[in-house]
């Protein structure tokens, strides 16, 4: 494969954003979140970290997406004794704008940001 095919840009100090995808698709893979307010989750999640809500059935389930392949699924239940990390993708300018909306909907639940490799540097 000589061909270059992502939904993340290239990271660069000006990289832009695509738009949230609404396609349907076989998925390779996504995150299933056991959680004990089904509502809670989405509303934190579309409003502060900038999914949509590609599909619900109330009180079973709820699936969100940001960009393709960024794909994650919550349903009812206990989440699991030990911590878990999750990490998606965003760019740059985008940063400062979904950590204020985290912080207006759970004050203290956000840090960072953390240099990782593939951290364009200033």
């Known amino acids: 494969m000589t061909e ?11 990289a ?5 995808y609404r396609g349907i698709y076989g998925m390779p893979m996504f995150v299933t979140l056991p959680t004990t307010d089904l509502a809670a989750s989405r509303d934190f999640w579309l409003r502060g970290l900038g999914f949509i809500d590609l599909f619900s059935i109330p009180g079973q389930l709820t699936h969100v997406r940001r960009w393709a392949f960024q794909d994650v699924l919550f349903v009812p239940g ?3 004794d030990s911590t878990a990390s999750i990490s998606f993708a965003c760019v740059l300018d985008q940063l400062a704008e979904i950590a204020a909306r985290c912080e ?14 593939g951290t364009p540097s200033s």
């Open 4 to 14: 270059y095919v992502s939904p993340v840009p290239m990271p660069a100090l000006d």
């Open 104 to 117: 207006a909907i759970a004050p203290g639940c956000t840090s960072g940001p953390e240099e990782g490799p």
């Open 16 to 20: 832009v954003a695509p738009e949230v």
């Open 78 to 80: 206990e989440p699991a």
